[in-house]
């Protein structure tokens, strides 16, 4: 059974620090990765996609990379800013057509 | 093209009443899935349908909840004889076949 799991579970950052978000998984035959934000209150925004065949994906200050073989995933996020305070949640996809596995996310404040 | 849209946002209903909470997905994408997010839990997936199809409900409670995808309209998930248990935010997710976009939410309160 695919389980996620997301460390820290709670981060505090200084303005300007770059940072890195772990999400690992039990299981490596996945089919994608997923990093999310969500906002109190709010709905979930996709950050990343990363296909089981790639390595990383970058967006902006954001870059996700994936280890497969050691069931890992990372979020760098550089020079973080107040406005990057949110929970980032990390989910996994087993096959093409199923649903996503959540970890419990790492929830980030970004002090100014 | 707008977002996947969730209404109502926010519902409150006594123990013993219906909850319907509905789910327009994005233009084009003809899969839905529906998550629950409890408090202080992560989200937990519970049924994905396709057009007038329940593809996976292995998610799903047993009594109680049920999921339609008609050909017309919206999706809905519907729990019938909510307890106080059933007080979490409710996600749903279309896609085209690959990635999930999700919309707002609703959050059930179950007094």
């Known amino acids: 059974k695919q389980e996620v799991t997301q460390i820290p579970a709670a981060l505090s950052v200084p303005e300007g620090e770059n940072l890195v978000l772990n999400c690992s998984f039990t299981d490596s035959a996945i089919y994608n990765l997923q990093w999310f934000r969500q906002d109190p209150g709010k709905g979930l925004t996709s950050l990343l996609l990363?296909?089981?065949?790639?390595r990383e994906q970058t967006s902006g200050r954001l870059n996700a990379s994936l280890d497969k073989s050691s069931g890992r995933s990372t979020l760098y996020i550089a020079a973080s800013q107040p406005g990057d305070s949110a929970t980032y949640l990390c989910?996994?996809?087993?096959?093409?057509?199923?649903?996503?596995?959540f970890g419990k996310g790492t929830t980030l404040s970004v002090s100014s | 093209n707008a977002g996947v849209m969730q209404n109502p946002r926010h519902l409150v209903r006594r123990r013993g009443q219906e909850a319907r909470l509905r789910c327009s997905p994005m233009k084009g994408h003809s899969h839905v899935y529906w998550y629950r997010q409890l408090p202080e839990e992560g989200l937990k997936f519970m049924v994905y349908l396709q057009k007038e199809n329940i593809i996976d409900e292995s998610g799903m409670p047993k009594e109680r909840f049920s999921a339609e995808f008609p050909k017309e309209g919206p999706s809905i998930l519907r729990i019938q004889q909510v307890v106080r248990g059933d007080s979490a935010a409710y996600f749903c997710?279309?896609?085209?076949?690959?990635?999930?976009?999700f919309g707002p939410g609703t959050r059930l309160t179950v007094l």
């Open positions: 997710a279309s896609s085209p076949g690959n990635e999930q976009f």
């Open positions: 990363i296909q089981s065949s790639q």
């Open positions: 989910a996994v996809r087993t096959q093409a057509g199923t649903a996503l596995i």
